[in-house]
């Protein structure tokens, strides 16, 4: 399973667990001249803008390690954008990692785990 292939079934994963856990989930792979960002979903009184990282291992370091500070800018940059085409008022902002953690065999979901406010 390629890199791509595995992120879309981390991402997917991550949708269904969001929308479980009471998010409303507006947007996926949205997309500007800065960028992406995975998922845009709003909780509560939130809008949140998520990156979720998906690995079978944790040999390189766990997955919200992987949101440095060039993706956390990119990041900041694609919300700000979005947030200019889609006013969306009254809302406050938040920036949330998920981890999707994979069986060895690359194909069971272990766990799923939602870093709020990560950044």
């Known amino acids: 399973m390629n890199n791509r ?9 991550a949708k269904y667990f969001l929308i479980k856990n009471g998010y409303r989930v507006v947007e996926t792979n949205y997309k500007n001249k800065f960028g992406e960002i995975d998922i845009v979903a709003i909780e509560k009184d939130c ?18 390690e992987a949101v440095n500070y060039k993706k956390i800018d990119k990041i900041k940059k694609v919300a700000l954008g979005y947030l ?8 406050n ?9 994979l069986d060895k065999d690359r194909r069971t979901i272990k766990q799923i785990n939602i870093i709020k406010d990560a950044f």
Do not use: M, Q, W
């Open 93 to 101: 902002i938040r920036f949330d990692v998920v981890e999707v953690y």
């Open 84 to 91: 200019n085409e889609n006013r969306h008022r009254g809302y």
């Open 5 to 13: 292939v595995l992120g879309n079934l981390g991402e997917e994963a």
């Open 47 to 64: 809008i949140s803008f998520i990156e979720v990282k998906t690995r079978s291992s944790v040999k390189y370091g766990l997955p919200c």
